[in-house]
């Protein structure tokens, strides 16, 4: 059973920085693809990063050059160093996991297990 569990949200000044944390068990870590999703009130959820299998990274456009995925394999462990936050990056972020192949759009549609999220408020 594929379970996620992120942290390290939190408030955070514009301009500060935090990193988020998924805690991830039940696949086989590195064969698959993980992403991070955010999503604020009243609107849909956005695709912000996406880790696929070969190491390929892909960003949102509004976050790129400021956010940045990784994983490490023997912690089990994804996580999204966020730099240069501003009060639009606040949201609830979830990190997913989906299949073996990723469109590369970071579609919420591509992904199948999901974490309870964490918040992030920039203020």
């Known amino acids: 059973q594929v379970q996620l569990v992120e942290s390290g949200g939190g408030l955070v000044q514009p301009g500060g920085s935090v990193r988020l944390s998924c805690a991830a068990s039940?696949?086989?870590?590195?064969?698959?693809?993980v992403g991070w999703f955010r999503q604020a009130p009243g609107k849909e959820r956005e695709g912000t990063a996406e880790f696929s299998p070969n190491g390929r990274t892909r960003y949102h456009d509004s976050v790129k050059g400021r956010f940045t995925i990784s994983q490490d394999n023997a912690k089990k462990s994804v996580f999204l160093q966020m730099n240069n936050l501003k009060p639009e990056d606040t949201a609830t972020y979830y990190c997913?996991?989906?299949?073996?192949?990723?469109?590369?759009?970071?579609?919420?549609?591509?992904?199948?297990?999901w974490g309870q999220g964490t918040q992030v408020t920039v203020s």
């Open positions: 997913a996991v989906g299949g073996r192949i990723c469109s590369g759009w970071i579609l919420a549609e591509e992904y199948d297990y």
């Open positions: 039940g696949f086989t870590f590195g064969s698959v693809c």
